[in-house]
């Protein structure tokens, strides 16, 4: 069993920082990819930002040069830096991973952490 625990969320004002962190565990063979994605009330959930194993980063259009994703040194743990934030990134933000169970290749998600950027 694979689980995905996530941390960090928080209320900040806007112009200001957080950095959201993921831990996976469980019976993992490898991890391909892990990545952030977010949901606002109301809308779909959409991808934030993720890291393949091969180090290539993925940034959604409206938080390049914001936002900074990268992995630990325990390559089962992901950052998420996230700086100038603005009220419209408010939202729960989830971890991602896609990752080798000694099974399959599998997709799992963590619970989810609350951002809420006040203006």
């Known amino acids: 069993q694979v689980q995905l625990v996530e941390s960090g969320g928080g209320l900040v004002q806007a112009g200001g920082s957080l950095r959201l962190s993921c831990a996976a565990s469980?019976?993992?063979?490898?991890?391909?990819?892990m990545g952030w994605y977010r949901q606002a009330p109301g809308k779909q959930r959409e991808l934030v930002a993720s890291?393949?194993?091969?180090?290539?980063?993925n940034y959604a259009d409206s938080v390049k040069g914001r936002f900074t994703i990268f992995r630990g040194n325990a390559k089962n743990t992901v950052y998420l830096q996230m700086n100038s934030l603005k009220p419209e990134d408010t939202a729960v933000y989830y971890c991602?991973?896609?990752?080798?169970?000694?099974?399959?290749?599998?997709?799992?998600w963590g619970k989810g952490t609350l951002v809420t950027v006040s203006s």
């Open positions: 469980g019976s993992i063979f490898s991890i391909n990819s």
């Open positions: 991602r991973a896609e990752l080798n169970n000694f099974k399959s290749n599998m997709i799992y």
């Open positions: 890291v393949a194993d091969t180090g290539t980063r």
